[in-house]
């Protein structure tokens, strides 16, 4: 039963897509991506054509949400329609993603397109995806996540709490690194630890 659900909602929207197309309604379509969420959304794309695709992925705005969904596509997708765009929009598109998903995107595509999207990057995005890259493709390394949420040693645990809120793109922080003045590494405290020590 909810199976059958599923698949209707999804007939549902995925014939709205369609409708809001041949109207050329682009503010009605890009209203329903962003009510649509990016799993979802890539879900869809494997019912829609190539030109249909196409047509809404040019809707999508650089976004988290869109990282998201080209990494949620089918691979295929996602090759053709990165493949198919200009270098300085997936660029933008991936400074909303994290390393990991910056990674396995460029590592889909054919290496001069990719290199033509990395020198896009910021200088330290550049460096962390150039990093990952390095690894074997079947390697543990290209899945690390080499984001580490790090702190002066003298901050006071309130105040590292409240950096780590502020902190929008902290992904699966465990432990905080604190740092001497000269930015050399001087412990290491579980996210555990700080939240329960006092001060």
Do not use: W
Not at 8 to 34: G, P, S
Not at 143 to 153: A, G, I, K, P, S
Not at 176 to 186: H, I, K, P, Q, V
Request: aromatic share 8%; charged share 30%.
């Amino acid at each position: 039963m909810k199976k059958e659900l599923f698949s209707n909602e999804i007939t549902i929207l995925r014939d709205t897509f369609r409708r809001l197309l041949r109207r050329r309604a682009k503010t009605n379509i890009i209203k329903l991506i962003d009510k649509t969420h990016p799993a979802d959304l890539a879900l869809l794309f494997r019912y829609f054509n190539e030109n249909e695709q196409g047509e809404i992925f040019n809707d999508l705005k650089p976004s988290e949400d869109t990282a998201e969904f080209l990494n949620e596509l089918d691979e295929s997708i996602s090759i053709r329609l990165i493949e198919n765009e200009s270098p300085e929009r997936i660029a933008q598109i991936l400074e909303y993603a994290s390393s990991n998903e910056q990674a396995y995107l460029m590592g889909l595509i054919d290496n001069t397109y990719a290199s033509s999207v990395i020198d896009l990057l910021k200088a330290e995005k550049q460096e962390e995806l150039e990093e990952m890259m390095a690894y074997p493709e079947d390697s543990a390394g290209i899945l690390m996540y080499t984001d580490v949420f790090t702190l002066h040693e003298e901050t006071k645990a309130k105040d590292a709490i409240y950096a780590l809120q502020d902190q929008e793109d902290a992904e699966m922080v465990f432990y905080l690194y604190t740092l001497d003045n000269d930015g050399r590494l001087t412990g290491v405290i579980s996210l555990r630890d700080l939240v329960t020590t006092s001060g």
